[in-house]
Protein backbone atom coordinates (compact mmCIF):
# COMPACT_ATOMS: atom_id res chain seq x y z
CA UNK A 1 0.00 0.00 0.00
CA UNK A 2 1.36 3.68 -0.60
CA UNK A 3 1.55 5.43 2.15
CA UNK A 4 2.42 10.03 2.54
CA UNK A 5 2.57 11.90 5.51
CA UNK A 6 4.55 14.91 6.59
CA UNK A 7 7.61 13.79 8.44
CA UNK A 8 9.84 16.55 10.05
CA UNK A 9 8.19 19.37 7.94
CA UNK A 10 8.91 17.37 4.60
CA UNK A 11 6.21 15.13 3.07
CA UNK A 12 7.16 11.49 2.52
CA UNK A 13 5.76 8.49 0.82
CA UNK A 14 6.53 5.39 0.52
CA UNK A 15 5.35 1.51 -0.75
CA UNK A 16 4.83 -0.45 3.28
CA UNK A 17 3.46 -3.51 3.70
CA UNK A 18 -0.13 -3.45 5.81
CA UNK A 19 1.49 -4.51 8.96
CA UNK A 20 4.63 -2.38 8.84
CA UNK A 21 4.77 -0.42 11.76
CA UNK A 22 5.54 3.96 12.18
CA UNK A 23 8.93 3.04 14.19
CA UNK A 24 9.94 0.47 10.88
CA UNK A 25 8.94 2.89 8.57
CA UNK A 26 10.96 5.73 9.99
CA UNK A 27 13.65 3.66 10.67
CA UNK A 28 14.14 1.81 7.42
CA UNK A 29 12.18 3.23 5.30
CA UNK A 30 13.21 7.71 6.21
CA UNK A 31 16.33 6.13 7.49
CA UNK A 32 15.20 8.30 10.57
CA UNK A 33 17.44 6.17 13.40
CA UNK A 34 17.08 8.29 16.31
CA UNK A 35 13.78 6.74 16.91
CA UNK A 36 14.58 3.96 19.11
CA UNK A 37 12.94 0.10 19.29
CA UNK A 38 13.28 -1.21 22.72
CA UNK A 39 11.14 -3.45 23.62
CA UNK A 40 8.49 -3.76 20.81
CA UNK A 41 5.32 -4.01 23.26
CA UNK A 42 4.92 -0.50 23.63
CA UNK A 43 6.17 -0.42 27.30
CA UNK A 44 9.28 1.35 27.33
CA UNK A 45 9.06 4.52 25.31
CA UNK A 46 11.71 4.55 23.73
CA UNK A 47 10.16 5.36 20.21
CA UNK A 48 7.86 7.73 21.15
CA UNK A 49 7.64 10.59 18.47
CA UNK A 50 4.49 13.03 18.35
CA UNK A 51 1.84 12.48 15.63
CA UNK A 52 -0.12 15.62 14.76
CA UNK A 53 1.16 16.99 17.82
CA UNK A 54 0.19 14.47 20.42
CA UNK A 55 2.51 12.12 21.90
CA UNK A 56 2.39 8.66 20.63
CA UNK A 57 5.11 4.88 20.90
CA UNK A 58 5.57 4.62 17.24
CA UNK A 59 5.91 0.53 17.91
CA UNK A 60 2.31 0.26 18.60
CA UNK A 61 1.05 2.35 15.40
CA UNK A 62 1.00 1.15 11.72
CA UNK A 63 2.43 3.61 9.32
CA UNK A 64 -0.73 3.09 7.55
CA UNK A 65 -2.58 4.92 10.26
CA UNK A 66 0.23 8.04 10.51
CA UNK A 67 -1.24 7.89 6.38
CA UNK A 68 -1.58 11.65 5.98
CA UNK A 69 -0.54 12.68 9.47
CA UNK A 70 2.47 15.07 10.61
CA UNK A 71 5.07 13.04 12.32
CA UNK A 72 7.90 14.99 14.46
CA UNK A 73 10.85 12.60 15.16
CA UNK A 74 13.75 13.54 17.58
CA UNK A 75 15.62 14.32 14.48
CA UNK A 76 13.78 17.52 14.29
CA UNK A 77 13.87 18.85 17.68
CA UNK A 78 17.04 21.28 17.80
CA UNK A 79 16.47 24.71 17.28
CA UNK A 80 16.38 26.24 13.54
CA UNK A 81 20.17 27.42 13.91
CA UNK A 82 21.31 23.33 14.96
CA UNK A 83 21.68 24.05 18.57
CA UNK A 84 19.84 22.01 21.17
CA UNK A 85 16.42 23.10 22.14
CA UNK A 86 15.62 24.00 25.87
CA UNK A 87 14.54 20.35 26.26
CA UNK A 88 17.91 18.94 25.06
CA UNK A 89 19.75 21.18 26.78
CA UNK A 90 18.44 20.66 29.53
CA UNK A 91 18.97 16.91 29.33
CA UNK A 92 22.37 17.84 29.01
CA UNK A 93 23.39 20.24 31.73
CA UNK A 94 21.24 18.09 34.15
CA UNK A 95 23.28 14.90 33.39
CA UNK A 96 19.56 13.25 32.37
CA UNK A 97 21.55 10.58 30.05
CA UNK A 98 24.23 8.26 30.20
CA UNK A 99 23.86 5.10 27.46
CA UNK A 100 21.00 7.70 25.29
CA UNK A 101 19.37 4.78 23.91
CA UNK A 102 16.11 6.17 26.06
CA UNK A 103 16.99 9.68 25.78
CA UNK A 104 14.77 10.35 22.34
CA UNK A 105 11.97 9.19 23.54
CA UNK A 106 12.60 11.14 27.23
CA UNK A 107 12.99 14.17 25.07
CA UNK A 108 9.98 13.65 23.17
CA UNK A 109 7.97 12.82 26.40
CA UNK A 110 9.53 15.98 28.28
CA UNK A 111 8.47 17.69 25.32
CA UNK A 112 4.68 16.90 24.87
CA UNK A 113 4.68 17.32 28.81
CA UNK A 114 5.41 20.53 28.62
CA UNK A 115 3.59 21.87 25.70
CA UNK A 116 0.75 20.85 27.70
CA UNK A 117 1.90 21.52 30.97
CA UNK A 118 4.59 24.30 31.21
CA UNK A 119 5.03 24.16 34.49
CA UNK A 120 4.61 20.59 36.09
CA UNK A 121 5.14 19.36 39.27
CA UNK A 122 8.07 16.42 40.33
CA UNK A 123 4.89 13.93 40.95
CA UNK A 124 3.17 15.16 37.36
CA UNK A 125 6.71 14.64 35.62
CA UNK A 126 6.94 11.24 37.09
CA UNK A 127 3.17 10.21 36.56
CA UNK A 128 3.56 11.51 32.70
CA UNK A 129 7.16 9.33 32.27
CA UNK A 130 5.40 6.27 33.39
CA UNK A 131 5.39 4.51 29.50
CA UNK A 132 9.79 5.69 29.21
CA UNK A 133 11.92 3.23 30.98
CA UNK A 134 15.43 3.97 31.53
CA UNK A 135 17.98 1.63 32.93
CA UNK A 136 20.78 3.69 33.85
CA UNK A 137 20.23 7.34 35.22
CA UNK A 138 17.24 6.55 37.85
CA UNK A 139 15.45 9.17 36.64
CA UNK A 140 16.60 11.80 39.52
CA UNK A 141 18.18 13.90 36.81
CA UNK A 142 15.87 13.25 34.30
CA UNK A 143 13.30 15.12 36.31
CA UNK A 144 16.11 17.45 37.35
CA UNK A 145 16.50 18.67 33.32
CA UNK A 146 12.60 18.45 32.62
CA UNK A 147 12.14 20.84 35.64
CA UNK A 148 14.93 23.11 34.97
CA UNK A 149 13.56 22.87 30.87
CA UNK A 150 10.22 24.29 32.43
CA UNK A 151 12.38 27.52 34.35
CA UNK A 152 11.95 25.41 37.93
CA UNK A 153 14.10 25.58 40.76
CA UNK A 154 16.09 21.61 40.60
CA UNK A 155 16.90 22.26 44.23
CA UNK A 156 13.53 21.00 45.14
CA UNK A 157 13.99 17.65 42.80
CA UNK A 158 13.58 14.92 45.48
CA UNK A 159 16.84 12.25 45.94
CA UNK A 160 15.87 8.94 45.67
Not at 97 to 108: A, D, K, N
Not at 109 to 134: F, M, Q, S, V, Y
Request: proline share 2%; net charge negative; glycine share 10%.
Amino acid sequence: MKIEMKVNGKTVSGEIEGRTLLVDFLRKDLRLTGTHVGCDTSQCGACTVHMNGEQVKSCSVLAAEADGSEVTTIEAMQNADGSLNTVQQAFQDYHGLQCGYCTPGMVMAATALLKDNPKPTEAEIRHHLEGNICRCTGYHNIIKAIMAASGQDVQAVAAE
